[in-house]
């Protein structure tokens, strides 16, 4: 079966740095995409890989190991916006995303 | 940024009624749009993927008839919800992309109240 596994909670100070992972089981691979959720939003694009490696954009960094079926996205210097639910989501065969639950970070002061 | 366009943001409607709740991609074709729901602190879930011009693949469990999805054009998809009951009531969200591989461009939802 398909499967997403991510914590479902993570606490962080702001302005420090906290790694998000996620492993994954697809029918297939079409890489792997992290989106961010405000609460009661819809989700908004923050990062596409679909080789092993690291990909940065500004504060936030994703990595891939299609092997492991692992990836982690890298947040930096937190600000308190930053508190919301994060999805991993890859991608499989159908070109289908799959869905688990995110994770959900508290930013504190 | 590419941006889908979601009408309307809430809606409260009276159980057996029925509501559409509109989808359009301002400045990409949206090949493929999907309609998913969202229950409080539950993971999206996918409901029917649409094609334009060709009838929507509708997920296991979703009764087609009760969630009708139109993708008439390259812009524009909706969603009808017929003879709402208040278990119906969720977040749906529509989004969409121009090609296989392609970040989703999500609406930003529509919160269907159902009394």
């Known amino acids: 079966g398909q499967n997403i596994d991510q914590p479902t909670e993570m606490t962080a100070t702001e302005g420090a740095i906290v790694q998000i992972n996620c492993t994954y089981q697809?029918?297939?691979?079409?890489?792997l995409f992290w989106y961010q959720q405000h609460a009661g939003e819809a989700p908004t694009f923050l990062s596409y890989?679909?080789l092993d490696g690291l990909e940065e954009k500004g504060r936030f960094s994703s990595f891939l190991s299609r092997s492991k079926g692992y990836s982690y996205l890298l947040l930096k210097e937190l600000q308190m916006k930053d508190s919301a639910s994060y999805l991993c989501?890859?991608?499989?065969?159908?070109?289908?995303?799959?869905w688990g639950a995110g994770t959900k970070l508290i930013i504190k002061p | 940024g590419a941006v889908v366009s979601q009408h309307p943001s809430w809606v409260i409607c009276k159980s057996g009624t029925s509501v559409k709740i509109e989808c359009r991609s301002l400045?990409?074709?949206?090949?493929?749009m999907f309609w998913y729901r969202q229950f409080p602190k539950q993971s999206l879930m996918l409901m029917a993927t649409?094609?334009?011009?060709?009838?929507?693949?509708?997920e296991q469990g979703v009764e087609k008839d009760k969630f009708l999805i139109n993708h008439a054009s390259l812009t524009l998809s909706t969603l009808t919800v017929t003879s709402a009951h208040p278990e119906d009531s969720s977040f749906y969200i529509c989004?969409?992309?121009?090609?296989?591989?392609?970040?989703?461009?999500f609406g930003n939802g529509t919160r269907l109240t159902v009394t």
């Open positions: 890989n679909v």
């Open positions: 697809t029918s297939g691979f079409n890489g």
């Open positions: 989004s969409g992309g121009d090609r296989d591989i392609s970040p989703l461009h």
């Open positions: 400045d990409f074709q949206a090949t493929t």
């Open positions: 989501a890859p991608m499989d065969s159908n070109y289908q995303l799959i």
């Open positions: 649409s094609n334009e011009g060709s009838k929507a693949t509708y």
